[in-house]
């Protein structure tokens, strides 16, 4: 398998993957770890390897969560009923930013310091004011109307939504926000949203866990079965996956280093299901999948040397058909599996 994966952003970074990916080689099921490293499309190995590369090491826990990431890639597909979308950046923005939040806290950093942010308590600017001991914050207002009146949807917003909506999957939109941002949001979605999960009323601001509990509550599943969609990675994703959830990245601009890519978007559309695919893997197709992958990963793990670049192009090839119904990758993976076992014992 080749040492050098596709674009890295600095020359500190690649060098940091040739470390991380020589030292998973020599563990146990270091095949299957580099290889979920190699292409971590599983969103808890991208954080893992994502963390991994910028700090150029493996410790044991990061480790066990990518042969857990391997297994994943085994096991049958995993449900989805809720996706929950972050607001701003992902399926709105702000056309003049103004910041009046922020101007007020400069002007009082030590009683700001104080008191809860208004991110976790509902409380509007010229209360926020109040408490803070400040004047009447007429600018402040002004500027918050402005802001207020510029607030838009991305082209895409609308379709990605009813996309969802059409699978039967419950939507909510999940944001680190203060109370006056709310309604424009609202008027702007409208019915589309099943649950707001809001910072300003969970109490809790993304990435912290408490954020996602109270939003798997509201919206009645488990943590498992909620993806997160969002623009930002420390908020959105890898506070997603630490609380047990799935995620993609919004990566507009298509900027995103190596790790980070596999589980990026450029559209908003591509993050969410699709239902014609979902519905062509039955649970047959399923049971199919994973055995065949199930005897792969042994012909992996007993090749020789010579032959586990082609084992293991054999695995890749399987994994790309996880999505597809049973009788279009049959041949497929019967002529794999017979090519790479003539292989080994001629």
Avoid at 10 to 19: F, I, S, W
Avoid at 95 to 107: A, V
Avoid at 131 to 155: K, Q, S
Avoid at 304 to 314: G, H, M, S, Y
Wanted: charged letters at 25%.
């Amino acid at each position: 398998m080749s040492d050098a994966p596709p674009s890295f952003r600095t020359l500190a970074e690649q060098a940091a993957y040739a470390a991380v990916l020589g030292e998973l080689a020599g563990r146990d099921r270091g095949d299957e770890a580099v290889m979920v490293f190699r292409e971590p499309t599983d969103p808890d190995a991208a954080v893992t390897a994502d963390a991994m590369i910028r700090v150029g090491s493996v410790s044991d826990d990061q480790y066990a969560r990518l042969v857990a990431a391997a297994d994943r890639l085994y096991g049958s597909p995993l449900i989805t009923r809720a996706v929950a979308f972050d607001a701003f950046g992902t399926l709105v923005h702000i056309g003049r930013k103004r910041h009046p939040f922020e101007r007020l806290i400069r002007q009082a950093r030590d009683r700001a310091d104080a008191l809860p942010s208004p991110m976790v308590q509902p409380i509007g600017l010229a209360d926020y004011a109040v408490a803070l001991g400040l004047p009447h914050p007429d600018a402040e207002l002004a500027m918050l109307d402005e802001e207020l009146a510029t607030i838009a949807l991305y082209p895409d917003t609308l379709d990605a939504l009813r996309q969802v909506r059409e699978q039967g999957v419950r939507i909510a939109v999940a944001s680190n926000l203060a109370l006056p941002y709310a309604a424009p949001l609202k008027a702007l979605l409208g019915n589309l949203v099943d649950i707001w999960h809001f910072s300003f009323d969970a109490g809790a601001i993304k990435p912290d866990r408490a954020f996602y509990a109270g939003l798997t509550v509201h919206l009645g599943c488990q943590a498992g079965e909620l993806l997160m969609v969002g623009d930002t990675w420390r908020d959105d994703i890898v506070g997603a996956v630490e609380a047990g959830s799935r995620a993609r990245w919004v990566d507009r601009e298509g900027r995103a280093s190596h790790a980070r890519r596999f589980i990026a978007v450029r559209k908003l559309g591509h993050a969410c299901l699709n239902r014609q695919r979902a519905a062509q893997m039955t649970e047959l197709d399923a049971q199919w999948w994973a055995v065949r992958a199930g005897l792969l990963r042994q012909i992996l793990t007993d090749a020789p040397d010579a032959e586990k670049v082609a084992a293991t192009r054999a695995l890749d090839d399987h994994f790309d058909t996880r999505d597809q119904a049973e009788a279009s990758r049959a041949r497929l993976m019967r002529n794999a599996i017979a090519t790479i076992a003539a292989r080994k014992h001629a």
